[in-house]
């Protein structure tokens, strides 16, 4: 199920999805679509689309007090899958549970080709996690979201994506000039939205079709 919610804040539209939805905060993603900071003579406004787990989880609210080995036959049996994906590319590798939360099992691949198995901008470790989670529901667990990571690239693509986010708010105060940035998934436009919405002169909206939309980032303050 996919649904648009509106607010004055991010906060506000996520409520207004939660009581109208009738579910627990932790029962849907949230992909911010457009955000605009208020200020004293105008409300702030925020757009977001409510998917079914399409996102990926921050990493930093993750326990590392885990154990790295499958704990039923269900993990055994995504962790080797994952492996014979990874070994049927023709590269050797170790794989470990990495967490465990409600309705959502992180896998780590560890493998001397990681560089390669994460692709640029990590597109091929989205194509391999399209591919567990689509055998996951084979296994009847179309409920639990499977998150693959590899030399912890999920962090440090969050951390890059921050540091763009302010050095492209800076640029468009700058030149005056809005920014088309890199088309990307959900989870790390998302991370644009947020990173932003605090800063009173500069809006955000997702631009594009498909997963990989691009994020346009714009000066609203004055001339």
Same mark, same amino acid.
């Given at each position: 199920?996919?649904?648009?919610?509106?607010?004055?804040?991010?906060?506000?539209?996520?409520? %207004?999805?939660?009581?109208?939805?009738?579910?627990?905060?932790?029962?849907?993603?949230?992909?911010?679509?457009?955000?605009?900071?208020?200020?004293?003579?105008?409300?702030?406004?925020?757009?977001?689309?409510?998917?079914?787990?399409?996102?990926?989880?921050?990493?930093?609210?993750?326990?590392?007090?885990?154990?790295?080995?499958?704990?039923?036959?269900?993990? %055994?049996?995504?962790?080797?899958?994952?492996? &014979?994906?990874?070994?049927?590319?023709?590269?050797?590798?170790?794989? %470990?549970?990495?967490?465990?939360?409600?309705?959502?099992?992180?896998?780590?691949?560890?493998?001397?080709?990681?560089?390669?198995?994460?692709?640029?901008?990590?597109?091929?470790?989205?194509?391999?996690?399209?591919?567990?989670?689509?055998?996951?529901?084979?296994?009847?667990?179309?409920?639990?979201?499977?998150?693959?990571?590899?030399?912890?690239?999920?962090?440090?693509?969050?951390?890059?994506?921050?540091?763009?986010?302010?050095?492209?708010?800076?640029?468009? &105060?700058?030149?005056?000039?809005?920014?088309?940035?890199?088309?990307?998934?959900?989870?790390?436009?998302?991370?644009?939205?947020?990173?932003?919405?605090?800063?009173?002169?500069?809006?955000?909206?997702?631009?594009?079709?498909?997963?990989?939309?691009?994020?346009?980032?714009?000066? &609203?303050?004055?001339?």
């Amino acid at each position: 199920m996919v649904q648009e919610f509106e607010g004055r804040s991010e906060k506000e539209a996520i409520d %207004a999805a939660v009581e109208e939805l009738g579910l627990e905060r932790d029962g849907f993603d949230v992909e911010v679509l457009e955000s605009q900071a208020g200020s004293i003579f105008k409300k702030g406004y925020v757009r977001i689309r409510v998917h079914t787990r399409d996102e990926e989880p921050s990493s930093r609210s993750r326990s590392p007090a885990i154990a790295p080995v499958p704990a039923d036959e269900f993990e %055994a049996k995504v962790a080797e899958f994952v492996k &014979r994906m990874i070994e049927g590319m023709g590269y050797a590798c170790e794989i %470990a549970v990495l967490f465990r939360e409600e309705k959502k099992l992180g896998i780590r691949i560890d493998s001397e080709n990681a560089s390669i198995i994460i692709g640029k901008k990590g597109k091929n470790l989205d194509a391999l996690q399209l591919l567990v989670n689509v055998y996951a529901g084979r296994l009847g667990r179309e409920d639990t979201r499977v998150i693959l990571d590899s030399e912890n690239y999920r962090i440090r693509r969050e951390e890059s994506l921050v540091r763009l986010a302010y050095e492209t708010a800076e640029q468009v &105060r700058r030149t005056r000039q809005s920014v088309l940035l890199e088309p990307m998934n959900p989870f790390e436009r998302r991370i644009i939205h947020t990173t932003l919405n605090d800063i009173v002169d500069i809006e955000t909206k997702s631009e594009g079709e498909g997963l990989y939309k691009q994020v346009r980032v714009t000066f &609203r303050g004055k001339i």
